[in-house]
């Protein structure tokens, strides 16, 4: 499966963005589906995940309670809604598929996109 990653921008510290994450292929609605982040000189993290079905989703303490994942199968698309977004959350987002969980969780995915740029000015 082929992943990309759209939606970025420049926004307003307290802001939103909506970031979406597309898939190609009818095998995308198989797989779970994970939200990345990586700012200059830091590692990527985890931000968020999904199951296959939406049944199931997690959050990195960072950014429960601001950020939502979700996904519609019928248009091969998972999305990433923000809310009261901090200069700290600019970076370069990614999305990814394939895997576990804990595959998630540890940043290990099987298939990745190139990412969008988020750039949080306060």
């Known amino acids: 499966v082929q992943l990309q990653a759209s939606g970025g921008g420049l926004v307003q510290a307290g802001g939103s963005l909506r970031l979406s994450c597309a898939g190609s292929g009818p095998t995308f609605s198989f797989y779970d589906v994970g939200w990345f982040r990586q700012a200059p000189g830091k590692e990527r993290e985890f931000l968020s995940y999904?199951?296959?079905?939406?049944?199931?989703?997690y959050y990195a303490d960072s950014v429960k309670g601001r950020f939502t994942i979700s996904r519609d199968n019928a248009r091969n698309t998972a999305y990433l809604q923000m809310n009261s977004l901090k200069p700290e959350d600019t970076a370069n987002y990614y999305c990814?598929?394939?895997?576990?969980?804990?595959?998630?969780?540890?940043?290990?995915?099987?298939?990745w996109g190139k990412g969008t740029q988020v750039t949080v000015s306060s």
């Open positions: 990814a598929a394939g895997g576990t969980r804990a595959q998630a969780m540890g940043v290990n995915m099987n298939y």
């Open positions: 999904i199951s296959w079905n939406g049944g199931s989703a």
